[in-house]
Structures are given as C-alpha cells and as structure tokens.
C-alpha cells in the first residue's frame, strides 16, 4: 500500500479527509461513526426480542421457579448480548453497504 495514510477522499461523503486513517473501505471517521450509531440503535431492537422470547420460554416451562434462576437469567443476559451483538454487525454492513448522508462537518 503506497497510499498517504494520513489524506484521502472519503468514498462515502467524498470529502477530502485529513489527519485521520481510513477505514479498510475508505470512509472516513465521521462517516462511520454514523453507522456505527445507527446499528447499535437497530441491533437493540432484536436483541430484546430474543431476550423477550428466551423470558417466554422459561415461563412457559414453568423454569422461572426453578433454584437455577440465576444460571437463566445470567443465560439470558448472554443471549441478548450475543444477538445484540449479531444484529449490530448485520445491521453495520447493511447501513454501510446502503451508505449514508455525509455528516455535516464543521
Ligand atoms: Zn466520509
């Protein structure tokens, strides 16, 4: 790689970017500081739902009474981070792949 590291057009907002790297897509910070935002807002969405779900599950098998709460609920809180997880890195490549409205700079 024989790029100038540290300038480059961005290739989602086009501006022309110093002072900062670029991504391995070529999109500068603030561009993807949006889809970073903005995934983390969606992936929350499914994440709740598996969780909800999961809540479902163990009150419909009654495990709710269960002296292994602790093991379900720490077992829930994993699920829900790990479907958080998931639908952000879903959701980041969706955005991204779709692009976004260049932040206003300045
Ligand atoms: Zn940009």
Known sequence: MSDAPESFDCRNCGHHVAGEPAD???WCKACRTVVVKRSAAWAVLPAVVVVAAYIWLLTYFGLLDSIFIIV????????GWVA????RRVFFEVIRNRGVK???TN
Not at 84 to 87: G, Q, S, Y
């Open 84 to 87: 958080f997880k998931v639908a």
């Open 102 to 104: 260049p932040p206003t």
């Open 72 to 79: 379900w609920i720490a077992l829930g809180v994993a699920l």
């Open 24 to 26: 391995h897509h070529g």
